[in-house]
């Protein structure tokens, strides 16, 4: 039988967990799967365990990169990948009981979906911190195509194990990418600017391991500064295609830095918002900063980046009373 699912696991150095990751996948039986394996320049006894689970299991297949990096190693699982629908996990995360029928199903109830991901368990609780149970916590409440719309230049809304890709979706924006920002968030802003949904099956389906030597701490790709380059990137063309001026809501540090990525993508802000009144009249790379009261949506386009933990709600508040509407007149980019 033809699998419906192929599953592209990347790894590299993953014997303690491998194991474990393969057992839950393979407990999948309602969906015709198979499990692309990618040896990514292992030297420990990881290759050994799959070679070993390959032999039980036919769906298993086996592959080696020699030590390429997660985005290639992904591409050539995606290459020797069979079946329509692709979903992602990592070596030391568990896939939850019945998590590929969910997504298998949500996928062909809503044809404009590119990607369906699910809710997430972070583990275990002593490697879980108060800024990524945020996080976590912030990435779980958005389920809808219409949440991931509104959410996505302000952070990567989907965990990357988690998901599942329409074959035909994916390869129509490229596939994977290697690039000097985060693979994963590059893809989803690939998919949103294509205008492919975006979603989440409303369960917790997938258990995401985390320790300190994973690559989003390590990795340069996944500094902060690399997010907003992202969202600059793909942020620009969008400004250029609007008659209206554009602002950045947002005279602090976080302001300065996506105005920054985005004159360096040849969007220049043409000022800045604050409420702070001792900023008011000042300038901000040679833009003004003035009070949110001058806003006008029949004039200005405005970018929300305030870090302040709360300030975002508070400010799609402020700009709703002003008549602005999120996404057609304001964007979320903190």
């Not at 509104?150 to 989907?158: D, H, K, N």
Request: glycine share 8%; proline share 6%.
């Amino acid at each position: 039988m033809s699998p419906l699912v192929s599953v592209l696991i990347p790894y590299r150095n993953a014997e303690s967990t491998l194991e474990e990751a393969l057992a839950g996948i393979l407990a999948e039986r309602e969906v015709p799967i198979e499990v692309l394996v990618v040896d990514d320049g292992s030297t420990d006894g990881g290759p050994a365990i799959v070679a070993r689970r390959a032999a039980e299991d036919p769906r298993v297949v086996p592959l080696q990169t020699g030590g390429v990096g997660i985005a290639r190693a992904l591409a050539c699982a995606h290459a020797a990948s069979r079946a329509p629908f692709l979903a992602r996990m990592d070596a030391d995360d568990v896939s939850l009981p019945e998590r590929l029928r969910w997504q298998v199903d949500a996928l062909r109830k809503d044809e404009r979906l590119g990607v369906v991901g699910t809710r997430v368990e972070p583990f275990p609780a002593e490697a879980v911190g108060e800024g990524l149970a945020r996080y976590v916590a912030w990435q779980n409440a958005i389920v809808t195509p219409e949440d991931h719309d509104r959410e996505i230049f302000v952070e990567a809304p989907l965990c990357h194990p988690s998901v599942m890709l329409r074959r035909e979706a994916f390869e129509a924006v490229g596939a994977f990418r290697d690039v000097h920002w985060p693979e994963d968030y590059d893809l989803w802003l690939r998919l949103h600017t294509a205008g492919y949904g975006l979603a989440k099956v409303d369960r917790t389906l997938l258990r995401w391991r985390h320790h300190p030597g994973r690559a989003t701490f390590r990795d340069g790709r996944y500094a902060i500064v690399r997010f907003i380059e992202a969202k600059a990137h793909y942020l620009a063309p969008r400004l250029a295609q609007d008659a209206r001026a554009f602002v950045v809501w947002g005279a602090g540090p976080t302001g300065r830095k996506l105005a920054r990525a985005l004159a360096a993508e040849g969007a220049k802000a043409t000022a800045f918002v604050d409420i702070d009144p001792r900023k008011i009249g000042r300038t901000a790379y040679g833009a003004p900063i003035v009070p949110a009261a001058s806003l006008d949506p029949a004039r200005h386009f405005v970018l929300v980046a305030v870090g302040a933990r709360g300030a975002r709600d508070i400010i799609r508040k402020d700009l709703a009373a002003l008549g602005f509407v999120e996404q057609r007149d304001f964007f979320c980019c903190s």
